[in-house]
């Protein structure tokens, strides 16, 4: 299984969240068919936000049944407490947020301490400061285009600035961690997301709405 370590690598990783799961199986196997990179998994606890997703049982099951990248994003208050489970699970990545309570130097030295990829994410309204003491800690950073918590929304271009930011201190650097947007991402916004330095596009309702998958897939990576 690859796993992209070219940060200049475009990847395009649809979002289960958007699949449909009375046939998540096939739903899945189209994915993959389609020309994915990844898969996007988000994990929500009702408390971080205000949505409820899935868990590591989940996870787990479609780790087991497809040999594929899983990114899994944890949308929780308490990383650190169900990080292990989620390891279990077969995550190849792992991203905590910034803003959940937890030691986040330890958490991402314990991801990848594990052989997992360790990515971290920012929300929106979260200053880019919070992220940048953890740059040279990580493997992805996912700059969040979106509140989180829900499918549908706007894609934000007051965010796009923080991609900006990252690609300088990466260049800068000598870094080579990924950036990845999640939220509103469709054609003419994974474009913009590009041309401000991400290559991980993260897409729900552009991958798994579309009838064509693959011509989305494709549309997507430009």
Same mark, same amino acid.
């Given at each position: ?16 969240? $958007? ?11 189209? $994915? ?7 898969? #996007?998994? +988000?994990?929500?606890?009702?408390? *971080?936000?205000?949505?409820?997703? *899935? ?15 899983? +990114? !899994? ?10 990080? =292990? %489970?989620?390891?279990? $699970? ?6 905590? #947020?910034?803003?959940? =309570?937890? +030691? ?38 996912? !700059? ?5 918590? *829900?499918?549908?929304?706007? *894609? ?24 990845? !947007? ?11 997301? %590009?041309? #401000? ?13 579309? %009838?064509?998958?693959?011509? $989305? ?6």
């Amino acid at each position: 299984m690859r796993k992209f370590d070219d940060p200049n690598e475009i990847i395009v990783a649809p979002s289960v969240l $958007a699949a449909d799961w009375s046939r998540l199986a096939e739903e899945v196997a189209r $994915a993959i068919r389609s020309g994915a990179d990844w898969l #996007h998994l +988000d994990v929500m606890d009702g408390h *971080f936000v205000d949505n409820i997703s *899935f868990g590591p049982q989940f996870v787990q099951t479609l780790t087991t049944t497809n040999d594929f990248f899983y +990114d !899994v994003h944890l949308m929780i208050e308490r990383p650190d407490h169900y990080l =292990d %489970r989620f390891i279990k $699970a077969g995550a190849d990545n792992l991203t905590v #947020h910034v803003e959940a =309570d937890h +030691d986040v130097a330890e958490t991402l030295r314990r991801i990848r301490a594990a052989g997992v990829g360790a990515g971290l994410a920012m929300r929106p309204e979260t200053d880019f400061s919070r992220v940048e003491p953890y740059l040279g800690q990580i493997d992805l950073l996912l !700059v969040m285009t979106v509140v989180p918590g *829900f499918g549908g929304q706007k *894609f934000m271009m007051e965010t796009m600035p923080n991609l900006t930011a990252a690609r300088k201190i990466r260049q800068a650097r000598g870094w080579r961690f990924h950036l990845e !947007v999640d939220g509103g991402v469709y054609e003419d916004t994974a474009r913009t997301a %590009r041309d #401000h330095g991400a290559n991980v596009l993260v897409a729900g309702t552009a991958a798994f709405g579309a %009838r064509d998958m693959a011509a $989305a897939v494709r549309a997507l990576r430009g």
